[in-house]
């Protein structure tokens, strides 16, 4: 066996414009790696880089050039995949400057490894025995555009919905939080923020006071990352439970995970494949966090229907009860045909629906 790597860029469009804390988004440029023994090219395994502007520790101009030079690097090796050596490749021939390329390699060589049928773990959500509750993303824009999405999410089933705050008006962001609970309690509808670190060391607490009497589950990072003693004191104050989120990035370090969680003691913690470099770093902050008795969640961070597969059967390696953020499957009007499907908040893999994988620019 001689594994060969090629990559394919891929640009993602868009349903409609989508409002986040760090502009609107039309479209989105993906990676898409495919890896193969060169004696037998017809069965390989995919995976997807997919950095994110402006928030990915890999968003660089010359990533393409960079992501060419890993391949080829690759290619020179003669390397042979096995369960035992995927960690092996990942720590030794990558670098965990790119943690969407690690992601996308990694996920590539399980798929490989497993016959090359986009089954990257083989469990009860690939065998559509289980399905995973996940939240429902509420995008930015004006109030109207925001409530009409919060009663589609609702009609359709979902029993947790998520909503960005801070980047635009407060006050019309606390009017959409109250015109749903004064429908909904917390125990019919469960509502997770996310301030993307808007807020600031003179405002934090004030807002979470006020984000705190609409009985909320959390909020994701109140105050912008790389401020650990403000961070840990927000923790250890807040009248609302606090998710990590952009904090986590750039820590592939074992121990220096524990120390960030143990000085900072989040109540949860939320963890991005493509963000924080694949499924053994999310691993290791897992274990890390189930010491610390932290919670979790994965979520997955704009890849098309090939991460977010990936991203979903790694999720269902666990029996975490809380909804995931694996709902973005439904965004791109060119997305890759696949077997997943969300039904009444729940996302399933459909084995009977085939991938079509023709878009994907490989072949």
């Known amino acids: 066996m001689s594994l060969k790597a090629v990559f394919s860029k891929h640009t993602l469009h868009f349903r409609f414009e989508a409002g986040t804390s760090r502009g609107v988004l039309t479209e989105k440029d993906t990676y898409f790696i495919k890896i193969f023994d060169s004696e037998n090219p017809k069965v390989f395994g995919l995976g997807e880089c997919a950095p994110l502007k402006g928030l990915s520790f890999d968003d660089r101009p010359d990533f393409e050039l960079q992501l060419l030079s890993i391949c080829e690097n690759f290619n020179t090796l003669e390397l042979d995949v096995f369960p035992w050596n995927i960690n092996i490749i990942l720590e030794q ?16 060589l399980l798929d490989l490894i497993n016959g090359g049928k986009r089954v990257v773990f083989n469990n009860a959500f690939t065998r559509s025995e289980r399905a995973l509750e996940i939240n429902g993303l509420v995008w930015m824009g004006n109030k109207d555009f925001m409530l009409r999405q919060v009663r ?12 960005k705050v801070g980047a635009i008006d407060f006050q019309k962001e606390l009017e959409i939080l109250d015109s749903i609970r004064n429908k909904y309690s917390q125990h019919e509808i469960s509502l997770r923020v996310d301030a993307n670190g808007a807020f600031s060391m003179n405002d934090v607490y004030e807002k979470l006071d006020k984000l705190a009497t609409y009985q909320l589950h959390s909020i994701e990072q109140p105050i912008r990352q790389n401020q650990p003693e403000l961070m840990a004191e927000v923790c250890k104050n807040t009248p609302l439970a606090v998710a990590l989120d ?13 120390r960030l969680l143990k000085k900072i003691m989040p109540q949860y913690i939320i963890l991005k494949p493509t963000l924080l470099g694949g499924f053994q770093q999310c691993r290791e902050w897992i274990e890390n966090a189930n010491r610390l ?4 969640w994965i979520t997955s961070a704009l890849e098309s229907n090939i991460g977010l597969n990936a991203i979903a059967q790694f999720t269902a390696e666990f029996n975490n009860p809380l909804p995931q953020g694996l709902g973005t499957g439904q ?18 893999y459909k084995p009977q629906n085939d991938w079509d994988i023709s878009k994907v620019g490989l072949f």
Request: charged share 20%; proline share 6%.
């Open 246 to 258: 952009e904090e986590l990035i750039g820590l592939p370090d074992y121990t220096d995970k524990y």
């Open 93 to 108: 021939v990558l670098d965990h400057a790119y943690p969407s390329v690690v992601f996308g390699f990694e996920t590539a």
């Open 331 to 348: 965004l791109y009007h060119n997305n890759v045909p696949s077997p997943l499907e969300i039904t009444s908040g729940r996302l399933h």
């Open 293 to 296: 008795k932290i919670g979790w």
């Open 152 to 163: 589609e999410k609702l009609d359709s089933g979902y029993n947790c919905i998520k909503m």
